[in-house]
């Protein structure tokens, strides 16, 4: 009987115990393979590669080159082999072996998981498109199992609305947009994701282009002579635009134009203080922005306020309501004073009073 046999009396074969497990371990991390036998005795065991038939370990001692491999045992009983740092060439069958005669083995399957990866060279960049174009955005990934792709857009925005229902996030590799205007400009998520953490994402900014577009809060506002007052127009636009004020086609020197841009568009605030002293600076005050999509522009016209009605108060305290009940009693007294202007109050009276200011009361209090 050789030494390979040789143990005391010992004559029954080692056994297997339990299958080998089939391990699944991400790229990058450590997989053990656990090989369990009884009654090992005097045999040994080895780890074969299958697929290449080449010997990792023997017993205690490490055969391979590959200095990611290693070798352990619980008394000669669990033998397990470790593989650090698992590569995507590490999948594939690996064998325990008993040199007993006929050889003994079992298998098991090493598989070896990628997380997703997204391909820059084949994913778009930010997109630049006029309104009314068409955009498609591509997005692909790498990974094992082949992942997902899903577009959603930043802020929690609809990609679109389909039948007044909307659309918050797409499983496709493109995500084609038809006819886009402004509120499609914005930042797009393309998110790949295969289950093998962690799951990643890139950022594609869409573009839109479009001629400007003006607001005001006010068309006509009305002034007294002097009075200041301040003309206001919102623009929105993209690219940016240039903005001006206009009176009777002559440019406006002056005015403050305060900038900001908000989800990529250009919004400028254009405000124009003036103070109307002459009728020449009443009218029409124009705001303009032009990009290179085109011109818009808002009227605001500036009217002169009525002047208020003044009231006159009686000029002494003996006109009380009797008196003014009994003008209307005077009313041949006043036509016969139209020619002096005045008229008196009671027959032989010495006091008299302008026509018009009895007139005045007369239609005040009647």
């Given at each position: 009987m050789s030494d390979?046999h040789?143990?005391g009396?010992h004559t029954t074969?080692?056994?297997?115990t339990a299958?080998?497990?089939?391990v699944t ?5 450590d997989?053990?393979?656990t ?9 040994k065991v ?7 038939q080449t010997i ?15 070798i352990s ?5 669990i033998?397990?082999l470790?593989i650090?740092d ?10 325990c ?5 006929p050889?003994?083995s079992q298998?098991g399957?090493?598989?070896v ?8 060279f ?12 068409n955009?498609t955005l591509t997005c692909?990934?790498?990974?094992l199992?082949p992942?997902?792709?899903?577009w959603?857009r930043?802020?929690e ?10 659309v918050f ?7 084609s947009?038809k006819?886009v205007n402004r509120?499609y400009?914005?930042?797009y998520?393309?998110i790949?994701?295969n ?6 994402s ?5 573009v839109?282009?479009f ?7 006010q068309?006509e506002?009305?002034?007294s002579p002097?009075q ?7 623009t929105?636009?993209?690219?940016n635009s240039?903005n001006?004020w206009l009176r ?7 005015g403050t134009?305060e900038?900001v841009?908000?989800e990529?568009?250009?919004k400028?605030?254009?405000r124009?203080?003036?103070?109307p002293i002459?009728?020449?600076d009443?009218g ?8 290179s999509?085109?011109q ?14 003044v009231?006159v108060?009686p ?19 006043i036509?016969s004073?139209?020619q002096?202007g005045?008229?008196n ?9 302008p ?9 005040i209090n009647?």
């Open positions: 390979m040789a143990y009396s074969d080692p056994t297997f299958p080998i497990v089939n371990v991400p790229v990058g991390r997989a053990f393979l090989c369990k036998v009884h009654d090992l005795v005097a045999f080895a780890w074969l590669r299958v697929d290449t990792l370990t023997i017993q205690n001692h490490v055969i391979t080159k590959n200095q990611r491999i290693g045992h619980t008394e000669h009983r033998w397990q470790r650090r698992v590569r995507e060439s590490d999948r594939g069958w690996y064998m072996q008993i040199n007993t005669d050889m003994k298998v399957y090493l598989d998981v990628v997380p997703p990866d997204i391909l820059d084949e994913t778009s960049r930010d997109i630049v498109v006029d309104e009314g174009q955009a692909s990934a790498s990974g199992p992942p997902t792709i899903t959603r930043e802020k925005k609809p990609i679109l609305s389909v039948g007044g229902k909307e996030s797409i499983e496709s590799q493109n995500l947009l006819n509120h400009m914005g930042a998520l393309c790949a994701s289950g093998i953490p962690p799951t990643v890139k950022r594609v900014l869409l839109v282009n001629p400007p577009n003006i607001r005001t809060r068309e506002i009305f002034v002097g200041k007052v301040v003309l206001e127009c919102v929105e636009s993209h690219p240039v001006y009777d086609k002559e440019f406006i020197q002056g134009y900038s841009t908000l990529n568009i250009f400028i605030v254009m124009l203080t003036i103070r002459q009728t020449k009443f029409e005050y124009k705001c303009i922005a032009k990009n999509l085109g818009s522009e808002k009227v605001i016209t500036v009217f002169q306020k009525a002047p208020p009605l009231q108060s000029a002494t305290d003996n006109f009380n309501d009797n008196i003014i009940e009994n003008l209307i009693q005077l009313t041949p007294a036509s004073g139209r002096s005045c008229v109050l009671n027959p032989g009276s010495t006091t008299s009073v026509v018009f200011y009895l007139l005045y009361i007369i239609v009647c």
